[in-house]
């Protein structure tokens, strides 16, 4: 039975910037030209035409999960990346620590860019709060982020943010219930009371003590926002016979994996920033398919980073990197091994956000029809075989090539 790789770049699909160029156009990759000279290529866009794509519900549309029906907010795949086990119900949310005044005015939204080993120390002093009935679950992430679960009955995920997600100069907020329900206004209750529960523990916590001291600013409140529950999907087991594996750095890319069903690998050096070890990303996903793994999925997250600072060189820069993978997973994987190498969505260096363009799409393997196309880019993607395409349709695609798709109707 045939086996099936996704890399998906986050963010590389790009504009030309007043050169005609975009970093991928720019990047010199013969791995990845190699894949669209050989394979069949196309633009996908991830949701649809004109819809901006979160990464969140861009990879569950990837993995064959339509968000319409699966996404309820992004706080759940935070809180199952960062290794919190989750049950049916569970109000999750993602959180940062950040650092307030007089009056809860916001001073920086990132605490200072607080360490992770900090932050770890901070978390364990708000984990286990219980609140109008409700358990706090609470674990750190990544430096100043942060996973938030309540736990209890009669819970909510149609409230407001207390974030407001503005980096200077704004207040907190108070979570305000979205409908008129007794949950959403008991949830929206909740979350405020741990907001002002969370700067009376942090404010006079040792450890922002000595950062004070030091001249550093307090990690003094922590700040939820995209609330979502918990309500267990069906597989990618089930659904689809498969076993899939996942390799990335970010608690948001493990977390929507996890939620469809995805073993999660660690892998070292697999940091989610422009310091990932991508080769040992690549050698992880080839160690899945020789464990009997049907399908990996590879993330590499640097691409988006350097498209949101506006760094065209570094993305450029990234993206040769990730070629240099890609080529080791193509000699790496064996015959009978279809590689899918994508984006998530666009994140534009001159617009330093997501935006709505469609992103290139190149499918590599045996037995394909091919194209055309002889560079991995925007412009050349156009002209491929696959046309335009959404990305529900990626996993019916690759299903297919592995032999585990069905007849549609007699």
């Known amino acids: 039975m045939a086996k099936a ?6 963010g590389m699909g790009d504009l030309p910037d007043a050169r005609g160029r975009t970093p991928l156009s720019a990047a010199r990759k013969p791995n990845m030209d190699r894949l669209a000279r050989e394979g069949i290529n196309g633009l996908m866009h991830t949701i649809g035409r004109g819809i901006i794509p979160g990464s969140d519900t861009a990879h569950l549309a990837l993995f064959g999960y339509d968000p319409r029906c699966y996404y309820s907010g992004r706080g759940v795949f935070e809180a199952l990346g960062a290794g919190l086990k989750l049950e049916h ?7 940062n620590f950040a650092t307030v005044g007089k009056g809860m005015g916001i001073i920086d939204r990132r605490a200072g860019r607080i360490g992770s080993a900090e932050a770890k120390v901070l978390g364990k002093a708000l984990d286990g709060v219980v609140i109008g009935g409700a358990k706090i679950i609470f674990k750190p ?7 938030l679960v309540l736990r209890g009955k009669g819970l909510s995920c149609r409230i407001t943010d207390a974030d407001p997600h503005e980096a200077d100069n ?13 949950e959403a206004k008991r949830t929206a209750g909740i979350v405020n009371e741990f907001v002002r529960k969370s700067h009376e523990i942090l404010e006079k916590h040792p450890l922002n003590l000595r950062r ?8 003094n409140v922590a700040l939820p926002r995209g609330a979502g529950i918990y309500e267990k ?11 899939a594996g996942c390799v990335a750095g970010g608690a948001l890319y493990k977390g929507v994996a996890k939620f469809v069903g995805m073993d999660v690998v660690d892998v070292k050096g697999a940091t989610g920033g422009l310091d990932t070890d991508v080769m040992a990303k690549g050698k992880a996903a080839l160690a899945l398919l020789k464990k009997g793994y049907d399908f990996a999925f590879i993330h590499v997250k640097g691409t988006d980073n350097c498209g949101h600072d506006g ?9 040769e990197r990730i070629d240099a993978m890609v080529g080791l997973v193509m000699k790496g994987c064996g015959k009978g091994t279809f590689i899918a190498v994508t984006a998530d969505h666009t994140t534009s260096c001159m617009k330093k956000r997501h935006s709505s363009e469609p992103v290139p799409f190149a499918l590599w393997g045996p037995g394909l029809r091919g194209d055309e196309v002889q560079r991995f880019d925007e412009l050349s993607c156009a002209k491929g075989g696959l046309g335009q395409f959404k990305g529900l349709a990626v996993m019916p695609m690759l299903l297919d090539l592995m032999g585990k798709e069905h007849v549609y109707g007699s």
Not at 5 to 10: A, E, G, Q, R, S
Not at 233 to 243: A, D, H, N, S, T
Not at 311 to 319: A, E, H, T, V
């Open 5 to 10: 790789v996704l890399i998906v770049c986050d």
């Open 89 to 95: 119900g569970d109000v999750a949310f993602r959180c």
């Open 141 to 147: 992430t990544v430096e100043h982020r942060a996973a």
């Open 170 to 182: 704004a207040r907190v907020l108070m979570a305000k219930p979205l409908d008129d329900s007794k």
């Open 212 to 219: 004070k001291a030091a001249g550093l600013l307090p990690a």
């Open 233 to 243: 999907p069906p597989l990618l087991g089930e659904r689809f016979g498969i076993k």
């Open 311 to 319: 760094d065209f060189d570094g993305k450029r820069k990234m993206i």
